[in-house]
Structures are given as structure tokens and as C-alpha cells.
């Protein structure tokens, strides 16, 4: 295991642990980087023009953690509800889009969206004669990409709670008298929530530092933190800057982890009380 | 009564709208890859030219190949690596969490910061860029990746028939090659499948670690830079091509796996 372990600390920690350094440097004049201790990149990820980067990626990321969490709930809920031997195969089916390439299904919409995409066609045998609605490089397109490519997941996490709940707990809720709303908010959803936690935070973490969609199907006008980790590294030529940023990623990233892991926990302790209750 | 039909029948349209809102957009790409027209959005019939002209592509064909390269190479050390990883990490049991948040970090860490931390590190070290710096960057989630589906098959594996093999005289590499090797290779062919197919299609970090030149383009950064261009019919008929490799290799994958856990 030495072997791994080395390539590991060697080609990730090592590095990783450079780009925190580098985010304490200063930038040189011309590009490079100045070997001077400073606390002004930190400074700048907090800057009006940057923050708001960071609150648009966090509002962006949040819509389509949603979206995909309602949707991929609803699907895995659907899938639960159909006879045992069948589950598999639709699961199997719901996740096969996934292991496609992420470039190929963003750029599947491209081919949906743009002005004369298939949207458009479609509107126009319909009977539409106007200027063709722009869909392509907007927020709403973002926000589709990645539910698109994130949904698959959301589905098969949500999914494994669902299979598991015994539903002898909901007939029960039933017989004392529950609506089938009330049984679903107070029995069953309590119960699924590591299942929807755990998606959620996949898409938010996945999206909030995505640079691919943005990119593609935002047109670059919709910059992320992503968009801006890779201007920095690459066109700015401010290195240190984007080092800061990156350490922010990692930031939020570990706080959502943080936060999933006190809502499982929290979900673990109703779940052994609801066993608890079904045994006795 | 109809309270149970109207409950399978709003199940049944969920699964039927959220299948079509996965499989439309996949499927008209493939539709349109078998366009005969030059227009990307029109139906004229059916036909295999943009396949053919993809074959007469340099830039696409150096960039499969420059791909595969990557993929093979990283994918053999990966699975070496991950291997052992894995038999020594169950081999103790007890391990700190450290070791353990070391070989997930792999898995969860955005791809653009270890891209730009690989970047970092190399032009700090004077690396030249090339297929070898991607190669060295697609180990470190591939194994991450291998070591995971092994070790998953690992949980129940009985060392003691390890510890009997020992006892009567084999040496370690003969207890490996005949008793280890044997019961996880199911799960070793498909972490390196699964290892194959994420480099295949991995592109962030293969971008910032590959240097600038066309020399070291791979097809992910093919890819990219075409649809920057705009829409061709060429990539429609690559983009069939690699979905095509990817989810074939990935079913494998899981079919093996399925397998040991059969089991």
C-alpha cells in the first residue's frame, strides 16, 4: 500500500497544500508570484464584485439542487412503487445517461436549446412564426444542464431509503387515521432524509464549482467559481488570487459535507426510534 | 379503490416524464449523428458520412489515440496501486481516519482545484506538460476509484484461509496469486474498467495538466473545443462513439461487480 500512498501525498496532498500555500503570496508584476506573506487574496474572495460570484454560483447550484432533489424524489419514489423484480431494471436505466461523457450531455442541450434547435422546430410545427425564443446561454439553460447531469445520482440516493422503508409504518399512520399527505410529511419523507441529503449535497457540491456547464451552456456570461478558479490559472495569470479561491471552494465545500453529516446523524436517531416503535 | 388507480397513475406518468427528460436529449444527438443532411436540426435521410469523415479527421484520430494512451496506461498503474491499497488497508482492519479521508479526498475534491494544484505543482517543479503529467494526474482518482470497488469486495472476504495458506508453506506471493488474487479479480476488472472509462472521459484536469500544443490534446479537449466552434455533425457522430464505449465498458463494469456480490 506504500506504493499508492506515496503517489497519493506526492501527486494530491503535496499540491493541494501548495495552492493554500500560494494563496498567501502576493502576484508579481508581470504574471508569477511574489514570495511575500499576504492575507489580500482572502481579502479580495470578499470583495463586492467577487462575493457576488460566490452568492450567484451558491443561487445557481441551490435552484438546481432543488429542482433535481424534487424530481429525482419523485422518480425514486415511482420506481419504489413498481413490483420488486422491475426496480432494477429501471434503476439500472435511470443511471445508464450518467456514465455517458458529462461533455456529450451538456452538449446534448446545445443541441436542444440553440435558436434553431429541436425546441424551436417543434414550436414552429406547432404552428409558432415568431423570432425564436433564446434559451441557449441563459441562467435557466445552467440550471438545466446540471440538473440534467446531476439528476441521475439524486435518484439512486434517494432511492435506497425509500427501498428500505417498511411499509407497515405507513399503513399504520393510515389506520390512525392520517391523511395520505400527513403520512408522507411526517413518516415517510422524516425517513428518506439521508437518502436526500446526501443527493443534494452531491449536486450542490458538484455544481457550485462546475466550470464545463457554465461555460457551454451559459456562454460564458454566466461566470461561477469554477469560471473564475480557471481565468485566474489561465488568462488572468493571477495564480495566488485563484489559489484563495479555490481554498473557498474547498471551504463551502467542507461545510456542506459538515451539514449532511449532522442531518444523517440526526435522521439515524429518528430512524431507530421509528424501529424501535415497529418492533415493540 | 380509484384513490389507488389515481396513485398508480400519477406514479406511472412521474416515471414516464423523467425517463423521457433523461433519454430525449441523448437520443436525438444519436438520431442526429445518422443525419444525411448538413444541417444539424433537419431530417434528410439516413446515413453514415459524418462517421466516415471522422475517420478522415487527423485532429480527432491523434486525440483517440492520445486518449487511449492515457487511459490504458493510468488505468494499469491505477489498478496495481489500488489493488494493493486496498488489500493492505482490510489486511489491518483498524486504520485512523486520516488514512481513510486520504483515499476518499480523491473521489469528492473538485476537479478544477486538483487541476490547478497539479498545474501548480508541475510548473513549480519544472515539469515539461504532456500525455506523461496526465497520466501521472488520472492515477491519483483512478486508484482512489479501484481501491474502493476492491475494497467493497474485500468485506467479506475470510482472511483466515490467507493465514492457513501461509501455514502450510506457501510463500506471500504464491498465498496472493493462488487465494487473493482469485476471489477479487471480479472486482479488480471492474475497477479497471470503471478506472478506463473515467479517464476516457475525464477533461478538467487532463485541460491543465496537458500543456498547450496539439500534441497532447486528448478527446475530451477535442470535444471541447469543437462544441466551443459550434455545432457540427462530426459531433454528433463522435459524441455517439464515445457514449457508446463508455456505457459499454461502465455495464461491464457493474455486471462484474453484481457478480461478486452475488455471491
Known amino acids: 500500500m506504500a506504493p499508492a500512498l506515496a503517489w497519493l501525498t506526492a501527486l494530491m496532498v503535496v499540491p493541494c497544500a501548495l495552492v493554500l500555500a500560494l494563496a498567501f503570496f502576493r502576484r508579481g508584476i508581470y504574471g508569477g508570484i511574489e514570495y511575500t506573506f499576504t492575507l489580500e487574496n482572502f481579502g479580495l474572495v470578499f470583495d463586492p464584485l467577487y462575493a457576488g460570484i460566490f452568492l450567484n454560483s451558491a ?3 441551490g435552484t438546481a439542487t432543488l429542482i433535481a432533489v424534487v424530481i429525482g424524489y419523485a422518480a425514486a419514489y415511482a420506481i419504489a412503487a413498481t413490483p420488486r423484480r422491475w426496480q432494477p431494471v429501471f434503476l439500472f436505466f435511470a443511471v445508464l445517461p450518467f456514465w455517458s ?11 436542444l436549446l440553440n435558436r434553431e434547435g429541436l425546441i424551436t422546430q417543434l414550436l414552429r410545427w406547432f404552428g409558432y412564426t415568431g423570432e425564436p425564443p433564446s434559451m441557449l446561454y441563459t441562467e435557466g439553460a445552467v440550471i438545466a444542464g446540471l440538473v440534467y447531469n446531476y439528476l441521475p445520482f439524486v435518484i439512486l440516493a434517494c432511492y435506497a431509503p425509500l427501498s428500505r422503508l417498511n411499509p407497515e ?6 389506520d390512525l387515521g392520517a391523511s395520505a399527505v400527513t403520512t408522507f410529511r411526517r413518516v415517510i419523507l422524516p425517513l428518506t432524509v439521508p437518502g436526500i441529503a446526501a443527493g443534494a449535497v452531491f449536486v450542490f457540491v458538484l455544481s457550485i464549482g462546475n466550470f464545463v456547464t457554465p461555460a457551454l451552456l451559459g456562454g460564458g456570461r454566466f461566470q461561477m467559481i469554477g469560471n473564475l478558479v480557471y481565468d485566474q490559472f489561465l488568462t488572468a495569470n493571477d495564480w495566488p488570487f485563484g ?14 459535507l459538515t451539514a449532511q453529516a449532522l442531518a444523517a446523524d440526526r435522521a439515524a436517531g429518528r430512524i431507530a426510534e421509528a424501529k424501535g416503535g415497529a418492533d415493540g | 379503490m380509484t384513490q389507488s388507480f389515481a396513485r398508480t397513475l400519477g406514479l406511472r406518468t412521474i416515471l414516464v416524464l423523467v425517463f423521457a427528460f433523461l433519454y430525449i436529449p441523448i437520443a436525438v444527438l ?18 453514415l458520412r459524418w462517421y466516415a469523415s471522422l475517420v478522415g479527421n487527423a485532429a480527432i484520430l491523434s486525440a483517440a489515440l492520445n486518449t487511449l494512451i492515457v487511459a490504458l496506461v493510468s488505468t494499469a498503474i491505477a489498478t496495481l496501486l489500488g489493488t494493493l491499497l486496498a488489500i493492505g488497508v482490510e489486511m489491518r482492519r483498524q486504520y485512523g481516519r486520516g488514512l481513510e479521508a486520504l483515499i476518499f479526498a480523491p473521489m469528492i475534491i473538485p476537479d478544477i482545484v486538483l487541476a490547478i494544484a497539479l498545474l501548480s505543482f508541475f510548473s513549480m517543479l519544472d515539469f515539461t506538460l504532456g500525455l506523461h503529467t496526465i497520466i501521472l494526474a488520472h492515477v491519483v482518482f483512478n486508484l482512489a476509484f479501484v481501491c474502493s470497488v476492491v ?7 475470510d482472511w483466515s484461509i490467507v493465514e492457513a495458506s501461509a501455514d502450510l508453506g506457501a510463500s506471500a506471493l504464491t498465498t496472493f496469486r493462488r487465494v487473493t488474487l482469485p476471489v477479487i479479480l471480479p472486482a479488480v476488472v471492474a475497477g479497471a474498467l470503471l478506472a478506463f472509462t473515467l479517464s476516457v472521459d475525464e477533461f478538467i484536469i487532463a485541460f491543465f495538466t496537458s500543456g498547450a500544443g ?3 490534446t486528448t478527446l475530451p479537449m477535442q470535444i471541447y473545443s469543437m462544441i466551443r466552434f459550434g455545432i457540427t455533425p462530426e459531433i454528433n457522430a463522435l459524441a455517439t462513439i464515445v457514449m457508446a464505449v463508455s456505457i459499454t465498458a461502465l455495464t461491464l463494469s457493474q455486471r462484474l461487480n453484481r457478480g461478486v456480490i452475488g455471491q
Open chain 1, 59 to 61: 443561487r445557481i447550484a
Open chain 1, 101 to 111: 461523457n458529462y461533455l456529450i450531455r451538456t452538449y446534448a442541450w446545445i443541441v
Open chain 1, 169 to 174: 409504518l405507513a399503513e399504520a399512520s393510515r
Open chain 1, 243 to 256: 489559489a484563495a479561491l479555490a481554498m473557498a471552494l474547498i471551504a463551502i465545500m467542507l461545510l456542506v
Open chain 2, 30 to 47: 444519436v438520431a442526429l449523428s445518422f443525419n444525411q443532411g448538413g444541417l444539424p436540426t433537419v431530417w434528410s435521410g439516413f446515413s
Open chain 2, 151 to 157: 475494497r467493497a469486495r474485500l468485506k467479506s472476504f
Open chain 2, 214 to 216: 496539439r500534441a497532447s
